[in-house]
């Protein structure tokens, strides 16, 4: 079963729906990030602080949910447009699908732009694979951060996203796209990763990382959280001073 899709022209109505959906995805995903920017990442030590004295536990979860979130997106925008008999929306559906014009060396850039959304997902995938979009045996009782990518690469893709949604919305409607350079321009540390088993018994308010103020149990009864606990099917998150 061949993985190639038929391309249409960008002038054609079902590309320009293509195009606004995408530019549309781009900028949810824009706002997620930039949601957990302001919450985690300001400098200012009496945000934390009125974190941890309000809520510590419930911004805890909220700072694993957000990350394990945007990266599990990260993953399926630049997921393959095609898998077997299943079409994805995806990056390479945009720069692939589509047949765009020749003279303004736009199919080039996209290509170039493509090939970073690739590097940051060759950090990310494991992850994807191992803990996010499925939960491997090994991988859940081996503990181990899976996801890391280096300092700045998620700015780096997040700017290509940006750059995508740029070229392609001005080629088909005449103008860029409205995704914020202003809040895309912000990035989430280097040591960004998933991991099964999170260092337990913290009294800090969420950390820069991912939130080591989580225990993730799978299959197992965790000890009574100071907090509270949330259920999900056989995974049980507890939170604890």
């Given at each position: 079963m061949s993985d190639q899709l038929k391309t249409i022209s960008y002038t054609d109505e079902s590309a320009k729906e293509i195009v606004k959906r995408f530019c549309g995805h781009v900028l949810w995903l824009v706002t997620v990030r930039h949601t957990y920017r302001v919450l985690f990442e300001d400098k200012e030590p009496s945000c934390r602080t009125l974190m941890e004295k309000t809520a510590s536990w419930f911004f805890a979860a909220l700072n694993r949910i957000l990350q394990e979130y945007l990266l599990l997106e990260c993953a399926k925008i630049t997921d393959?447009?095609?898998?077997?008999?299943?079409?994805?929306?995806?990056?390479d559906t945009v720069v692939r699908n589509i047949c765009w014009p020749?003279?303004?060396?736009?199919?080039?850039?996209?290509?170039?732009?493509?090939?970073?959304?690739?590097d940051f997902r060759g950090h990310i995938k494991l992850a994807r694979d191992k803990l996010l979009a499925h939960l491997d045996r090994t991988a859940v009782l081996s503990g181990k951060a899976l996801g890391g990518f280096p300092e700045g690469k998620d700015r780096t893709f997040f700017d290509a996203l940006q750059r995508i949604c740029n070229i392609t919305h001005e080629a088909c409607?005449?103008?860029?796209?409205?995704?914020?350079?202003r809040i895309l321009s912000g990035c989430m540390r280097?040591?960004?990763?998933v991991s099964a088993d999170m260092p337990r018994n913290s009294t800090s308010a969420p950390p820069d990382?991912?939130?080591?103020?989580?225990?993730?149990?799978r299959g197992a009864t965790p000890p009574p959280p100071t907090y509270g606990s949330l259920s999900i099917g056989n995974r049980e998150l507890s939170f604890r001073k």
């Amino acid at each position: 079963m061949s993985d190639q899709l038929k391309t249409i022209s960008y002038t054609d109505e079902s590309a320009k729906e293509i195009v606004k959906r995408f530019c549309g995805h781009v900028l949810w995903l824009v706002t997620v990030r930039h949601t957990y920017r302001v919450l985690f990442e300001d400098k200012e030590p009496s945000c934390r602080t009125l974190m941890e004295k309000t809520a510590s536990w419930f911004f805890a979860a909220l700072n694993r949910i957000l990350q394990e979130y945007l990266l599990l997106e990260c993953a399926k925008i630049t997921d393959r447009a095609k898998n077997g008999e299943h079409e994805n929306f995806t990056v390479d559906t945009v720069v692939r699908n589509i047949c765009w014009p020749d003279d303004k060396n736009i199919q080039k850039e996209l290509e170039s732009l493509h090939g970073i959304t690739e590097d940051f997902r060759g950090h990310i995938k494991l992850a994807r694979d191992k803990l996010l979009a499925h939960l491997d045996r090994t991988a859940v009782l081996s503990g181990k951060a899976l996801g890391g990518f280096p300092e700045g690469k998620d700015r780096t893709f997040f700017d290509a996203l940006q750059r995508i949604c740029n070229i392609t919305h001005e080629a088909c409607f005449g103008r860029v796209a409205h995704t914020s350079r202003r809040i895309l321009s912000g990035c989430m540390r280097p040591s960004r990763s998933v991991s099964a088993d999170m260092p337990r018994n913290s009294t800090s308010a969420p950390p820069d990382g991912f939130c080591r103020d989580v225990c993730v149990t799978r299959g197992a009864t965790p000890p009574p959280p100071t907090y509270g606990s949330l259920s999900i099917g056989n995974r049980e998150l507890s939170f604890r001073k």
